[in-house]
């Protein structure tokens, strides 16, 4: 087989590039690992930035987005029993979020890209990039007992975090930059209404919570776990009885519980590869960073990473010029690294950090009490929650 571009992974970052390319003219094809139903089965984020949404329009998949997600104009901060919105809408001069559930979105792409009859190959085995430092790219993978190689002119390797196109990078040529951090989140989904119509973050002496959604009927819950934790610790009345505890008198008040759809624990950290260029291979989203969930930055600096590499690539194509192409690791990691620098931040902010004791938490406190009562340190929250725009 022959294509322009290989694009190896199909998730939301695989098949946004996909798309992109597609209707910039630029042939490609798709190879995924797992399952379409695997895929669509992984549970991720929800809250888009302006910048995910408008290349959702560009690529021809935001109908139902438009239909059914849920715009959000702030977001609320919660600390010593009070909570304190943060109007996201005034203090950006008219930006905002949109709360729309990954699944969904993968699920958008999928069916465009199935609508216009392009080609992925799912539950493809031992795929491999290769001689992606020549001229001559290709990707090798196995599929019902036999061999097939992909012909091509560059590789996107859209893969995640433990994909195999980082992993083919020359250990020489790749530098990692990594924070663990000593707890993760326990997260729940159910269908229940959202207990408020705007995210809550909450600081609490029990540990930090977060009450997002999915829709207006479906909920998604977080709570601070230690590392030790097991899901099957947690039934949902424990759950649903800590999520209480964390929360303020109103917002207690107003939960609505029920049976749990999706329950797990995942750790944090945040992960950078530098560069996430290759030769003719390119990285972008989990395959070339992590951040930690706390400030909704994931599913949205994948966009980003594609927004670059389309342009990119349709700069060479239509221009014949490799100016993007040379410029692509530069820009995604300057856009990467003040994400992960606003993930540190609220992460940080609003959790509990064991062995770090009363100063902290008072340190904690003095900076929310800041940002809540300041025009600058509200702004600079705002700012960096609803996104930056590509340049």
Not at 103 to 120: F, Q
Request: aromatic share 10%; charged share 25%.
């Amino acid at each position: 087989m022959r294509t322009q571009v290989a694009i190896i992974g199909a998730g939301p970052a695989g098949l946004l590039l996909g798309q992109l390319l597609y209707k910039a003219g630029i042939d490609n094809i798709i190879i995924e690992q797992r399952s379409a139903d695997y895929v669509l089965g992984r549970i991720r984020a929800g809250v888009l930035e302006q910048v995910t949404v408008d290349l959702l329009k560009q690529a021809g998949a935001d109908k139902r987005m438009n239909e059914e997600g849920l715009p959000h104009d702030g977001i609320e901060l919660l600390f010593k029993g009070q909570r304190h919105r943060i109007n996201l809408h005034d203090l950006t001069g008219g930006k905002r979020v949109m709360v729309y559930g990954q699944t969904e979105v993968t699920r958008d792409l999928m069916a465009v890209r199935a609508e216009e009859g392009l080609t992925t190959v799912y539950e493809a085995s031992n795929v491999q990039p290769v001689a992606f430092e020549s001229a001559k790219p290709k990707v090798r993978y196995e599929k019902d007992g036999q061999v097939h190689e992909i012909e091509c002119d560059f590789i996107a390797g859209c893969d995640g975090f433990h994909g195999i196109c980082r992993a083919s990078a020359p250990q020489d040529k790749i530098k990692t930059f990594e924070k663990v951090y000593p707890f993760g989140w326990l997260g729940l989904l159910s269908d229940t209404p959202p207990v408020s119509h705007e995210l809550i973050y909450a600081n609490t002496e029990r540990g930090f919570a977060l009450c997002s959604q999915r829709s207006a009927t479906r909920s998604r819950y977080y709570l601070q776990v230690p590392l030790t934790d097991k899901v099957e610790d947690w039934s949902d009345e424990a759950f649903w009885e800590e999520l209480k505890k964390r929360l303020d008198p109103e917002a207690r008040a107003n939960l609505v519980t029920g049976p749990s759809l999706e329950k797990s624990i995942a750790p944090l950290r945040s992960f950078v590869t530098e560069p996430m260029r290759f030769g003719r291979m390119f990285l972008a989203g989990d395959a070339a960073h992590i951040v930690p969930p706390t400030g909704a930055k994931g599913l949205n600096l994948a966009a980003s990473d594609v927004g670059y590499l389309s342009q990119a690539f349709t700069e060479y194509y239509k221009d014949n010029s490799e100016a993007g192409i040379d410029r692509y690791s530069e820009q995604c990691l300057r856009r990467v690294w003040k994400a992960e620098r606003f993930s540190w931040w609220m992460t940080s902010m609003l959790h509990n950090f064991p062995n770090e004791g009363e100063f902290n938490t008072k340190v904690q406190e003095a900076e929310l009490d800041y940002i809540v009562n300041s025009v600058a340190g509200s702004t600079s929250l705002a700012e960096n929650y609803v996104g930056l725009p590509l340049v």
